[in-house]
């Protein structure tokens, strides 16, 4: 899995964001946009897009987009 | 005898493994009533049995969302005085990630379900005349909460079949409510917490003004509305949620 495919995929999936608003180093939990509901989001992207099943609590153990795109590859095998 | 009193009465209990329909069970026996529980799994339905008088409990396995497993068990039941629906799932999702099979899952259980289940039981008079009928739904069906599109759709549907049914059944003196609880913990609101995440959780606790509820705290209103005690109510629904949704 290519991080910047995870990364488009993170924009598209988040209201508000625009493409090209995030990179590897963004710490995502900062975003304006993130809250409860982009949680829930996160989960059904990674989901939908990539077969993976996350819990909130591994999300927000996660500082930046490379670590939450990590996880999903690791969680992907 | 009290009106409150379930002496002599039998009550089906669904989805009495866990959470609210367990404690439901337990709520029914204390006030000397009979249950027939019913869930999917035989052995955790056996063990509910351990943990309740033997002489007023019995047990049938059945996958309600599957018509021959449900049809099956209704043909076993006892004659019943009353039936509460506490079976059903909950799932999460965004409006973005919404899906006809997620959709029709949640509807499965949390609606069709207990709907087609009542039809069932009252066109073969297993339940009596003068029964009454409880869907245990949420206040999700009144209110509206991020993520919880699919849960809300079908929980205020079963309250708004239950306001038509309760109408259509009063001629023969059955009684027909929901009962729409709040947080609660149980294994279903466990499910919730791990996908909204603990710190969620707790900013989420701080909105109800009685806390987080158990179990138990949404039995007790169950068997009133089983009981005689609620006579003269039918085609309502009971908000019992620590005061969340007075605010």
Redesign the interface.
């Known amino acids: 899995m290519e991080i910047s495919s995870f990364i488009s995929k993170f924009e598209e ?1 988040i209201e508000g964001l625009t493409p090209g608003s995030v990179d590897e180093e963004t710490k995502f939990q900062d975003l304006e946009q993130w809250d ?2 982009a ?3 996160t ?3 990674a ?2 897009e990539f077969e993976v099943e996350l ?3 591994e ?2 153990a996660c500082a930046t987009i490379r670590e939450l795109s990590e996880l999903v590859a690791k969680k992907r095998g | 005898m009290s009106d409150f009193d379930l002496t002599g009465k039998t009550i089906l209990v669904t989805g009495a493994t866990s959470g609210i329909g367990l404690a439901i069970c337990r709520a029914v026996q204390r006030m000397g009533g009979g249950v027939v529980a019913t869930g999917r799994d035989r052995e955790r339905l056996d063990e509910v049995g351990r943990g309740l008088t033997a002489e007023r409990f019995r047990s049938l396995a059945a996958d309600l969302v599957e018509p021959a497993s449900r049809d099956a068990m209704a043909a076993e039941l006892p004659k019943l005085d009353g039936i509460v629906h506490g079976a059903g799932a909950l799932a999460l999702s965004p409006s973005g990630f919404l899906s006809a099979s997620k959709l029709r899952a949640l509807e499965a259980i949390n609606y069709e379900a207990p709907v087609l289940l009542t039809s069932t039981l009252v066109k073969s008079g297993t339940l009596k005349p003068g029964g009454s009928v409880v869907f245990i739904t949420s206040i999700a069906g009144l209110f509206g909460a991020k993520g919880h599109i699919l849960y809300s759709g079908s929980k205020g549907a079963l309250a708004a079949a239950g306001r038509s049914l309760a109408i259509e059944l009063a001629s023969k003196r059955i009684r027909v409510n929901s009962l729409a609880p709040g947080m609660v913990r149980s294994g279903m609101a466990g499910e919730a917490a791990g996908k909204l995440g603990d710190e969620a959780m707790a900013a989420h606790e701080r909105e109800y003004p009685l806390g987080f509820g158990s179990a138990e705290d949404v039995a007790g209103p169950a068997v009133f509305l089983v009981s005689d005690a609620a006579k003269w109510i039918t085609g309502t629904t009971l908000v019992c949620d620590g005061g969340f949704t007075a605010r």
């Open positions: 999936s409860s509901l949680v829930l989001t989960i059904a992207m989901d939908a819990s909130a609590n999300i927000l």
